[in-house]
């Protein structure tokens, strides 16, 4: 390293990977990028093994907290003892406990980014765990409408700032052409918690009135405990960003702070400024990646409240129900992340994108038109559309973040995109599979996931289609022997 490198003083002396960017990509140079080598892919595992796993396992638990709800709402309804009989709920009153979650998940995602960076994620991620932990105890005590919505507002309140967080995290460590596939790996969690959720609701259903307490009771509470006591081993084992991790040597620190000195966030970086929200605010192509976001967060909501009650429309009921919600997420997860690798891989996130969308349209749009008793079939479409709008978000989220540059831009355009897709997106797939047309086979839900996934390849062609132009147009504006940093596809 040169002597001009400025220290950092967060690790005592070693090279800053500091912010060399302007507020826009396309004002920006470079010669060269640091190649892979023995020693960097070295780095790149160590970082795998402690990060990935943990990220994992903390989206893993969120998810199961937070879809467990549409688990309970069908757990022993045969005998009268699901969620919402025992708490007197309507279907229009249930979906408002339902939406009122994403009025917290939209209201608290962009201030849960910026306290992150200020207070440490370690720190800040197991506050949220505990926090969300205790709530979702709480919800296996209400007794009425009332209370349920209540402690669900405080549910997507403090999640909000897990899954955009996680990404934004993942700025600080990897590069560009490294993040897809570990977002992948942390959403892929989220399939196979709707996997597990089937079968652990399976097995809790059999707790049914155990010391006098219905089963979705016990879901709720047993769910709840390993957020809590997760959020303690987060404290401790969670790392914050390269240029602190004990657990590198001085040489993979300054090998780490070389890979993300164009490519990443930076733990030194200043606190975001008004002018850093007002330049990604004003940075009109984000809002192509925001209104794609917020259409596939319709399929993603209304598979994760309402799987349980599709498949019961399939002609499958209560505990049966519960347990062949598996096999779709158990799809998705192994297609979500093959897709994710070969978008980073390929450098290719946004045709990746539309046709994981497209795959996704074709199993929606073939069990809107089934027969309404065709169940083998309508199945089987299940898994396919499942799996194919799945697989479209990680290549979405690891696109967003490959195109932008600044440390303050990365985490306000994470979470605001997370914010309009996942909060207000995902309000209205809370209502458009419509509990009185479940003997329908549900065409109303079915056909707006497929209109929307729709939207979401049109939307990541137009997207690839600019980028393209906008790389042309700087290679031919390029000084001779100058690579300009290009803008990812």
């Given at each position: 390293?040169?002597?001009s490198?400025?220290?950092?003083?967060e690790?005592?002396?070693?090279?800053?990977?500091?912010?060399?960017?302007g507020?826009?990509?396309?004002d920006?140079?470079?010669n060269?990028?640091?190649?892979?080598?023995?020693?960097?892919?070295?780095?790149?595992?160590r970082q795998?093994?402690?990060?990935?796993?943990?990220?994992?396992?903390?989206y893993?638990?969120?998810?199961?907290?937070?879809?467990?709800?549409?688990?309970?709402k069908?757990?022993n309804?045969?005998?009268?003892?699901d969620?919402?009989?025992e708490?007197?709920a309507?279907d229009?009153?249930?979906?408002?406990?339902?939406?009122?979650?994403?009025?917290?998940y939209f209201?608290?995602e962009?201030?849960?980014?910026?306290?992150?960076?200020?207070?440490?994620?370690s720190?800040?991620?197991?506050?949220?765990?505990?926090?969300?932990?205790v709530?979702?105890?709480?919800?296996?005590?209400?007794?009425?409408?009332g209370?349920?919505?209540g402690?669900?507002?405080?549910?997507?309140?403090?999640?909000?700032?897990?899954?955009?967080?996680?990404?934004?995290?993942?700025?600080f460590?990897?590069?560009t052409?490294e993040?897809?596939v570990?977002?992948?790996?942390?959403?892929?969690?989220a399939?196979?918690?709707?996997?597990?959720?089937?079968?652990?609701a399976?097995?809790?259903g059999?707790?049914?009135?155990t010391?006098?307490?219905?089963?979705?009771?016990?879901?709720?509470?047993?769910?709840?405990i390993p957020?809590?006591?997760?959020?303690?081993?987060?404290?401790?084992?969670?790392?914050?960003?390269p240029?602190?991790?004990?657990?590198?040597?001085?040489?993979?620190?300054?090998?780490?702070?070389?890979r993300?000195y164009l490519?990443g966030?930076?733990?030194?970086?200043?606190?975001?400024t008004w002018?850093d929200?007002?330049?990604?605010?004003?940075?009109?192509?984000?809002?192509?990646?925001?209104?794609?976001?917020?259409?596939?967060s319709?399929?993603?909501?209304?598979?994760?409240?309402?799987?349980?009650?599709?498949v019961?429309?399939l002609?499958?009921?209560d505990?049966?129900a519960q347990?062949?919600?598996?096999?779709?997420?158990?799809?998705?997860?192994?297609?979500?992340?093959?897709?994710?690798?070969s978008?980073?891989?390929?450098?290719a996130r946004?045709?990746?994108?539309?046709?994981?969308?497209?795959i996704?349209?074709?199993?929606?749009?073939?069990?809107?038109?089934?027969?309404a008793?065709?169940?083998?079939?309508r199945?089987?479409?299940?898994?396919?559309?499942?799996?194919?709008?799945?697989?479209?978000?990680?290549?979405?989220?690891?696109?967003l973040?490959?195109?932008?540059?600044?440390?303050a831009?990365?985490g306000?355009?994470?979470?605001?995109n997370?914010?309009?897709?996942?909060g207000l997106?995902?309000i209205?797939?809370?209502?458009?599979?419509?509990?009185?047309?479940a003997?329908?086979g549900?065409?109303?839900?079915?056909?707006?996931?497929?209109?929307?996934?729709f939207?979401?390849?049109?939307?990541?062609l137009?997207?690839?289609?600019?980028?393209?132009?906008?790389?042309?147009?700087?290679?031919?504006?390029?000084?001779?022997?100058?690579?300009?940093r290009?803008?990812?596809l």
């Amino acid at each position: 390293m040169t002597e001009s490198i400025p220290n950092d003083v967060e690790k005592n002396g070693g090279p800053l990977a500091e912010e060399v960017e302007g507020k826009h990509l396309k004002d920006a140079a470079i010669n060269t990028v640091l190649a892979s080598s023995p020693e960097e892919r070295k780095l790149v595992w160590r970082q795998d093994k402690r990060i990935v796993p943990l990220a994992a396992g903390i989206y893993f638990l969120c998810y199961l907290d937070r879809s467990n709800i549409g688990n309970a709402k069908v757990l022993n309804s045969s005998v009268h003892n699901d969620m919402q009989t025992e708490t007197g709920a309507s279907d229009y009153q249930f979906n408002i406990a339902l939406m009122i979650f994403l009025i917290g998940y939209f209201l608290f995602e962009v201030p849960s980014n910026i306290l992150l960076k200020k207070l440490r994620p370690s720190r800040w991620l197991a506050f949220l765990m505990c926090s969300w932990g205790v709530i979702t105890i709480g919800l296996g005590g209400v007794k009425n409408y009332g209370q349920m919505t209540g402690v669900r507002f405080l549910l997507g309140a403090f999640e909000a700032g897990l899954f955009p967080g996680l990404v934004y995290y993942l700025t600080f460590w990897y590069k560009t052409d490294e993040r897809s596939v570990r977002v992948a790996f942390i959403l892929a969690s989220a399939t196979l918690a709707g996997a597990f959720g089937g079968a652990i609701a399976f097995g809790v259903g059999h707790m049914n009135q155990t010391r006098g307490l219905s089963a979705w009771r016990w879901l709720f509470m047993l769910e709840g405990i390993p957020s809590c006591l997760s959020g303690i081993l987060v404290w401790f084992f969670l790392p914050d960003w390269p240029e602190r991790a004990k657990w590198l040597s001085e040489s993979e620190k300054d090998l780490a702070a070389q890979r993300m000195y164009l490519e990443g966030a930076k733990g030194s970086a200043a606190a975001m400024t008004w002018s850093d929200i007002k330049a990604t605010l004003m940075d009109w192509r984000l809002y192509g990646h925001y209104a794609i976001y917020f259409a596939v967060s319709l399929p993603f909501s209304s598979l994760s409240l309402f799987s349980p009650s599709i498949v019961a429309g399939l002609g499958f009921h209560d505990l049966e129900a519960q347990l062949l919600t598996v096999p779709p997420w158990g799809a998705a997860y192994i297609f979500q992340i093959l897709m994710s690798w070969s978008a980073d891989h390929f450098n290719a996130r946004g045709y990746h994108c539309a046709a994981g969308a497209l795959i996704g349209a074709a199993g929606f749009l073939a069990s809107a038109v089934l027969p309404a008793d065709d169940y083998r079939s309508r199945y089987g479409c299940l898994i396919v559309g499942t799996a194919g709008a799945f697989a479209c978000i990680p290549p979405m989220l690891g696109w967003l973040t490959s195109n932008m540059w600044s440390t303050a831009s990365i985490g306000f355009a994470v979470a605001l995109n997370v914010s309009i897709g996942a909060g207000l997106g995902q309000i209205p797939g809370v209502w458009i599979y419509k509990a009185a047309e479940a003997k329908k086979g549900y065409p109303t839900g079915h056909g707006v996931n497929c209109a929307m996934l729709f939207v979401v390849a049109i939307g990541a062609l137009a997207l690839r289609y600019y980028y393209g132009r906008k790389n042309r147009a700087l290679m031919n504006a390029a000084a001779e022997g100058i690579t300009p940093r290009l803008y990812k596809l």
